[in-house]
C-alpha cells in the first residue's frame, strides 16, 4: 500500500511555472507506475501525465505535450510535474496516482492510490 501526498500548487499569472511534487510512503515506490491527472470544476477528471517505474516509459496528454514535463526520483519516493507555460485553462486541482500495473494507463480508473490533490490556479 501507498500513501501520496501532493505539494506545491498555488496562484500563477499566464506563462509562469510550476513544480509540482508527491511524496510517497511505504517501501515498494519504485514498483508503482506513477500518474499525474487534473480535474477542472465541473468537469471530469482528466489524465495529465504518467511515467514507468524506472522512467523508461513516459506519456503526456496532447494538451500539455511540450509544457509538461514528468519524472520521479525513486531514492526520495517523489514523483514531479514540471509545468512551464502555464495557460488559464490549466487551473485544476492536480492529483497524483499511483498503480501496479507495469504498462503506464492513461484512465483514472486504472490507478489504486490517489493523493488529496493540490490546487493550480492560473490567472490572466
Known amino acids: 500500500q501507498v500513501q501520496l501526498v501532493e505539494s506545491g500548487g498555488r496562484l500563477v499569472q499566464v506563462g509562469d511555472s510550476l513544480r509540482l511534487s508527491c511524496a510517497a510512503s511505504?517501501?515498494?515506490?519504485?514498483?508503482?507506475?506513477m500518474g499525474w491527472f487534473r480535474q477542472a470544476p465541473g468537469k471530469e477528471r482528466e489524465f495529465v501525465a504518467v511515467i514507468s517505474w524506472y522512467s523508461s516509459t513516459i506519456y503526456y496528454a496532447e494538451s500539455v505535450k511540450g509544457r509538461f514535463t514528468i519524472s520521479r526520483d525513486n531514492a526520495k519516493k517523489t514523483v514531479y510535474l514540471q509545468m512551464n507555460s502555464l495557460k488559464p485553462e490549466d487551473t485544476a486541482v492536480y492529483f497524483c496516482?499511483?498503480?501496479?500495473?507495469?504498462?503506464?494507463?492513461?484512465?483514472?480508473?486504472?490507478?489504486?492510490?490517489w493523493g488529496q490533490g493540490t490546487q493550480v490556479t492560473v490567472s490572466s
Open positions: 511505504g517501501r515498494t515506490f519504485s514498483r508503482y507506475t
Open positions: 496516482a499511483a498503480t501496479v500495473k507495469g504498462i503506464p494507463p492513461t484512465a483514472p480508473g486504472e490507478y489504486d492510490y
